[in-house]
C-alpha cells in the first residue's frame, strides 16, 4: 500500500520559512518523480515544484528563487523549503508521486497523493 505522508505545515508570518517533508512507503522512490502542489479555498490545485527523479527541478513561476525542493533518496523523503513566504503562499499543500509520461506541472500524471499539510501565511 503506497502511503505519502506530508508533515511540517503550520503557521508563519510574512517573510518567514517552513520546511515541508513528504515520506513516502509502499514504492520505490527512486522511480517516481515527486511534484509538489497547493489548493487555496475556492482555487484549483497548482503545481508549485518537482524533482524529476534525481535529474532535475522545476518550479512554478510563483515561487522560483523563495522555494527549494530536494529529495533523499535513502530516507524516501522530498522536501520544499519555502522562505521569504507571502499571504498569497497560503493553502493546503500536497506532495504527489509519478510514473507516467505527462506534463509534470498538471496533476494528471502523477499516480499517488498525500493528505496534504495546511500553510498559513499571516500578513
Known amino acids: 500500500q503506497v502511503q505519502l505522508v506530508e508533515s511540517g505545515g503550520g503557521l508563519v508570518q510574512a517573510g518567514g520559512s517552513l520546511r515541508l517533508s513528504c515520506a513516502a512507503s509502499?514504492?520505490?522512490?527512486?522511480?517516481?518523480?515527486m511534484g509538489w502542489f497547493r489548493q487555496a479555498p475556492g482555487k484549483e490545485r497548482e503545481f508549485v515544484a518537482v524533482?524529476?527523479?534525481?535529474?532535475?527541478?522545476s518550479y512554478a513561476d510563483s515561487v522560483k528563487g523563495r522555494f527549494t525542493i530536494s529529495r533523499d533518496n535513502a530516507k524516501n523523503t522530498v522536501y520544499l523549503q519555502m522562505n521569504s513566504l507571502k499571504p498569497e503562499d497560503t493553502a493546503v499543500y500536497y506532495c504527489?508521486?509519478?510514473?507516467?509520461?505527462?506534463?509534470?506541472?498538471?496533476?494528471?500524471?502523477?499516480?499517488?497523493w498525500g493528505q496534504g499539510t495546511q500553510v498559513t501565511v499571516s500578513s
Open positions: 509502499g514504492l520505490s522512490f527512486n522511480r517516481y518523480y
Open positions: 524533482s524529476i527523479w534525481s535529474v532535475s527541478v
Open positions: 504527489a508521486a509519478g510514473s507516467r509520461s505527462g506534463s509534470y506541472t498538471h496533476t494528471q500524471p502523477y499516480d499517488y
